[in-house]
């Protein structure tokens, strides 16, 4: 009874079990985009295997950085890079699809049970295209002024990332919410932002607690950047 005590309490406060590899369960981004999939494990070695409609992928050896490449139907390409030690795989798709990410983890001599991910690849999406045309369809009184004032969010985003001021994704967003709610009204620009907030954690991650440590930082620093740059853009060529 106490050792499934113990498993129980490991479960609630969200640490990951021996043997079993945590997966987010679901991804979204569009074709051509970079995919960070971050595994939560106690084990030491962490396996990958890309699965489509046509699987001919390799599992993957966590040791190593190895490029799995699966051709899906017509010329359809995705690719899972191991890195990390093997607790992070890089995906990238260049055509729309359903694709399945699989990862395992073993407890000492006995494999754990596999962990699936689904990523749904859509059309890429323009970024400033479709700013573009959010933005046309805010009253122009104030716009301008709103658009800087939600780049300079973006900007500190990129700071925060960019620095590892904080630790987490969810501390990342907490931060950027005080910050939003001192520069912005609530309604202000409100189908930019609500867009921004869904394709973030499309680009990023749904997840508060992936940590920004690796690549993850990385990648969530130029994403507000480009955020930034493009809300700027938008400001300055805005008429007045």
């Known amino acids: 009874m106490s050792a499934i005590l113990c498993l129980l309490l490991l479960w609630e406060k969200g640490e990951p079990l021996a043997g079993v590899v945590d997966l987010p369960a679901k991804m979204e981004a569009g074709a051509g985009r970079l995919v960070l999939i971050q595994a939560k494990t106690t084990g030491k070695q962490v396996r990958w295997y890309l699965e489509g409609s046509d699987p001919k992928g390799e599992p993957q050896n966590s040791q190593t950085p190895i490029q ?32 399945r990410v699989i990862a395992w983890t073993a407890a000492g001599d006995v494999p754990g049970l596999p962990s699936l991910c689904v990523l749904d690849i859509r059309d890429k999406e323009d970024l400033l295209s479709t700013l573009g045309s959010l933005i046309a369809q805010i009253n122009p009184a104030g716009r301008s002024e709103n658009l800087l004032s939600l780049a300079s969010v973006y900007r500190k985003g990129e700071t925060l990332a960019r620095d590892r001021s904080v630790a987490t994704l969810g501390e990342l967003h907490t931060a950027l919410g005080r910050t939003a709610a001192k520069v912005l009204e609530p309604d202000a620009l409100g189908p930019v932002r609500q867009k921004l907030s869904t394709w973030t954690k499309s680009e990023l991650s749904d997840r508060p607690d992936e940590t920004l440590e690796g690549p993850l930082g990385a990648k969530a620093a130029r994403w507000f950047g480009r955020v930034a740059g493009a809300l700027e853009t938008y400001a300055r060529e805005d008429p007045k």
Do not use: H
């Open 68 to 99: 799995s490449i699966l051709q899906t139907e017509g010329d359809s390409t995705a690719d899972l890079v191991v890195v990390d030690g093997g607790r992070t795989a890089i995906f990238c798709a260049s055509k729309p699809g359903v694709y």
